[in-house]
Every structure is written in C-alpha cells, then in structure tokens.
C-alpha cells in the first residue's frame, strides 16, 4: 500500500501526463482509479492538505468512475445506471466533506473562489472552484451551498464567474 506521500506524488504524474496530452480525461479517471485501488480513507479528518488532496482525489475518483460506468449502461440496463449514479452522487457529498475539512484545516487562508464557466447549461453557475493560492495542483470544485456559504463568510469568494483554472478538464465531456 502507498503512503500519503507517494500517492500525492503519483498523482502529481498523472495530471502532468494529462496536461502533456499523454492521456485524455477518461484515461486520466481510469489511471487515477487504478492509483488509488489499494489505498481506503479511514476517516474524514485532514491532518495536512496533502492528506486532504488524496482523500478528495479518492472519493472525486471513484464517483467520476462510476459515472463513466453509468453512462456505458445507461440504455442497456437503467436501473443498474440510475443505482451507480446514486453511489457517485454519495461519493461526491464525500468529498465535498473532505472539501470542508481541508478548508477548516487551512482556516480558509490564502484560498481562492469562485463560480466557474460551463458549457452545461445545467452545471453553469452550480459548479464553483476552490483555489488553494499558495499550492500547486490544489483545485477543488464543488456545488455543496454549506461550503459556498463559509467561502462566502470568509470573505474569499468572489461573485463573478471566471473562467477554471483547468478549463479544458472540466469542460470536457467524458
């Protein structure tokens, strides 16, 4: 089993890979799933932002998997797509839990919010990213309104839309 350590760095990797072209946004899911296979958070507690990245990482993973493996039986067998998509969605109130902590950790210092721009018409100005100014990689996104309400009372988050500081991964389907 991987530490803490070595997973933030395996998955330093592959975003450089997915930056670099090596792999598209379903490689990158699919790589990322395979990191991650040995590794179960015990809990939602954040002892460093390293520790919280690769909690988040987990469960935004396995919930974005998921949604690919929906998605492959949504005309064939719905009700197995519509069961899977349910999970993804309690994978996703996971890491948005796994937001949170991260975010207390830190005491909201030096983060960064925002609403982000979507090609979705249903996720536009749903979707909102979490930028950790003073990390490298650290990008979160989220649509929990308990979240963007302590953003908000922090004092870090900004009104108006902008652009995701990884524009082409999040607007791009699977």
Not at 87 to 94: F, G, H, Q, V
Not at 109 to 133: H, P, T, V
Request: charged content about 30%; some cysteine; glycine content about 4%.
């Amino acid at each position: 089993m991987s530490t803490i350590n070595e997973l933030s760095l395996m998955r330093l990797t592959l975003i450089q890979k997915l930056e670099n072209g090596e792999l598209d946004k379903t490689e990158f899911i699919l790589e990322n799933h395979k990191l991650l296979e040995g590794y179960t958070p015990q809990n939602f507690r954040v002892g460093s932002i390293d520790e919280g990245v690769v909690k988040y990482h987990y469960f935004n993973t396995k919930a974005k998997k998921l949604m690919i493996d929906a998605d492959e039986l949504e005309y064939r067998d719905p009700r197995t797509s519509n069961r899977l998509k349910e999970n993804a969605y309690d994978l996703y109130l996971k890491k948005d839990k796994i937001t949170l902590e991260m975010l207390e950790f830190v005491n909201f210092q030096n983060i960064e919010a925002y609403f982000i721009k979507m090609n979705s018409r249903y996720l536009e100005g749903a979707i909102y990213e979490i930028c950790f100014s003073d990390l490298d990689k650290v990008i979160l996104h989220s649509k929990d309104k308990r979240i963007l309400y302590k953003l908000k009372c922090a004092g870090c988050f900004h009104e108006s839309a902008r652009d995701s500081a990884i524009e082409s991964y999040v607007n791009t389907k699977l």
